[in-house]
């Protein structure tokens, strides 16, 4: 279990690494999409603040993966992107599943694996 847990961690942080660090250095070419992916990506950039505000929390979060610092805070604040990965390839470009299945199923085995730091969030005071 614990073999696991710090490989899908490291794998999932450097996943989030790439995607954040290719995307600012403009390293990979842009991605031609048509329909409704299309339209949904020039609504993304025309916002100017959200594709940079979600790239630096991947970032910040593939970092906290990679060092193994902070995985629980991580793990909080990249699960809302994640689903949102995971929703947009479901009903807008269902060829990048594979990936936004693994980042999903794999954030759901880290928390799993970090349960005793989430208890204390679930008890109703």
Known sequence: MKIAT???RTLIGFLLL???ISFFLKLAPEQTSTGDFKAFNVGLMAS???MPLAKSIEFLCGLAFVTNRYVTLANILIM???INILFINYFLAPSGMPIAVFMFL???????????N???????K
């Not at 794999?106 to 005793?116: K, Q, R």
């Open 6 to 8: 710090i490989i899908i």
């Open 18 to 20: 790439f995607a954040s």
């Open 48 to 50: 100017t603040y959200l």
């Open 80 to 82: 809302p992107i994640t």
């Open 106 to 116: 794999g954030n759901l085995f880290l928390i799993y694996s970090y349960w005793a």
């Open 118 to 124: 989430y208890k204390s969030l679930f008890i109703a």
